[in-house]
């Protein structure tokens, strides 16, 4: 009908929602989760930023104590669910897998209760907690090894790095994939969330709502760039190859990957969290070769869009957490579903916000 407005494709700046969860200011490069800023909670622990998000206020010494002995309690998977990954095991992408291991979780959670916000919270709990165990299962599966037990006494993040290699990480390297899964953990209605809310919106249980989410963070254009951006720091390899690499790319239409974003239109306030660890990774280990190809992939891109479109163009999320997963040694099947771990805490938040206050989302389509 004609009281029907004009098409946003993409639907730029339409306002879908009310939200608490969390506050983006394009303009001028602010990030804040349930009201603090992004800089701040960079310097928190994982476990304190996914009870921040999910209860709405940051944890007393009690309460991060409970939380962290539950996530920390509910880290195991079975070996039922080891047995489901051997046979269900990836062919060049994890996430893959790992969509088939979180459907298994919800047919082995015996809690069946899928109203009750108290139940619902529990579920959570027991995605964050095993999301790390069950990517680290997969990539052992993969290669014919024994998955490594998760680790009481480390971190969320120190932990998802032992179970990958066998051995703790370093004090910078736990700090890095931490401080990964704080600035990946949520990001107001980017795809994979607001696909996530129409799940809800249906009243789809939690399972169902997060396997939606993770199935929309796959793609190249969300989440499935940061793989994008390690295979094309193999691909540059060394900074001098950036500038060519950039022009033959833009020539021919393609988009480079870690850069632009719908939202900011300066810099995204988490990449330069991200480059600042980067730097500091890679001064530790000694070769700085992928994060000076990062910086030149980053000059030239600047360039090329002040110089040619007349605005310039920054690099996202992807960008440089893809260049710390290099230096952790995380192999670019797994980048995706390791975003992942760290969005799992705001996909449940968003989760419960939409249950708390539903109407069915449901827009319409101008008919041509
Ligand atoms: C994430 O939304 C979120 O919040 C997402 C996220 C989160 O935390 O959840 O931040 C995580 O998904 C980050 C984005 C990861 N994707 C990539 O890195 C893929 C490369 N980026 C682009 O495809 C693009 O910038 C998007 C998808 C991120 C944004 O798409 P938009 O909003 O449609 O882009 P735009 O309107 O700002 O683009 C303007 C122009 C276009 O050219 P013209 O049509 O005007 O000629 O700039 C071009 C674009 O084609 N452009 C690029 C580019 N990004 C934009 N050209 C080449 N390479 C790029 N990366």
Redesign the pocket.
């Known amino acids: 009908g004609s009281y029907l407005q004009e098409t946003k494709k993409?639907l730029?700046g339409i306002v879908a929602l009310d939200t608490s969860i969390s506050f983006?200011d394009g303009m001028q490069g602010i990030l804040k989760y349930r009201g603090i800023d992004i800089e701040h909670l960079a310097e928190m622990s994982y476990e304190t930023i996914s009870y921040l998000l999910i209860n709405g206020i940051l944890p007393g010494e009690q309460e991060l104590a409970a939380y962290s002995n539950r996530l920390k309690s509910e880290r195991r998977i079975n070996g039922e669910m080891i047995d489901i990954m051997r046979v269900c095991n990836y062919g060049t992408e994890a996430l893959d897998s790992l969509r088939t291991a979180i459907s298994c979780t919800a047919h082995m959670d015996h809690e069946n209760d899928n109203n009750s916000l108290d139940a619902n919270k529990n579920k959570a709990v027991r995605l964050i907690a095993k999301l790390p165990t069950m990517i680290a299962a997969l990539y052992r599966c993969k290669s014919g090894d024994f998955p490594f037990q998760p680790d009481e006494t480390l971190s969320h993040g120190a932990n998802f790095l032992y179970m990958l290699r066998g051995e703790a990480p370093s004090a910078i390297e736990a700090e890095a994939i931490e401080k990964d899964f704080i600035l990946?953990a949520?990001?107001?209605?980017?795809?994979?969330?607001f696909a996530l809310r129409i799940a809800a919106s249906t009243l789809a249980d939690v399972y169902s709502a997060i396997i939606t989410g993770l199935c929309t963070?796959k793609g190249?254009?969300?989440?499935?760039?940061?793989r994008?951006?390690m295979e094309m720091l193999d691909e540059v390899a060394v900074p001098e190859n950036a500038n060519n690499y950039v022009l033959y790319?833009?020539s021919r239409?393609?988009?480079?990957?870690?850069?632009?974003?719908?939202?900011y239109r300066t810099y995204?306030p988490?990449s330069r969290i991200f480059k600042d660890m980067a730097k500091r990774v890679a001064k530790e280990n000694g070769d700085p070769t992928w994060y000076e190809v990062a910086e030149s992939l980053e000059h030239v891109?600047y360039r090329e869009?002040l110089d040619v479109?007349g605005r310039p163009?920054y690099p996202?999320?992807?960008?440089y957490s893809a260049v710390i997963y290099k230096y952790l040694r995380i192999p670019p099947e797994l980048a995706t579903s390791v975003f992942a771990i760290g969005?799992v805490s705001g996909w449940t938040a968003h989760c419960f916000e939409q249950y708390a206050d539903n109407r069915v989302i449901r827009p319409r389509a101008h008919y041509i």
């Open positions: 993409g730029e983006i990946s949520e990001h107001e209605l980017n795809p994979s969330t963070l190249p254009l969300h989440g499935g760039a940061r994008g951006v790319k833009l239409k393609e988009k480079i990957m870690g850069f632009g974003h719908r939202v995204d988490r891109m869009f479109r163009i996202n999320v992807d960008f969005r």
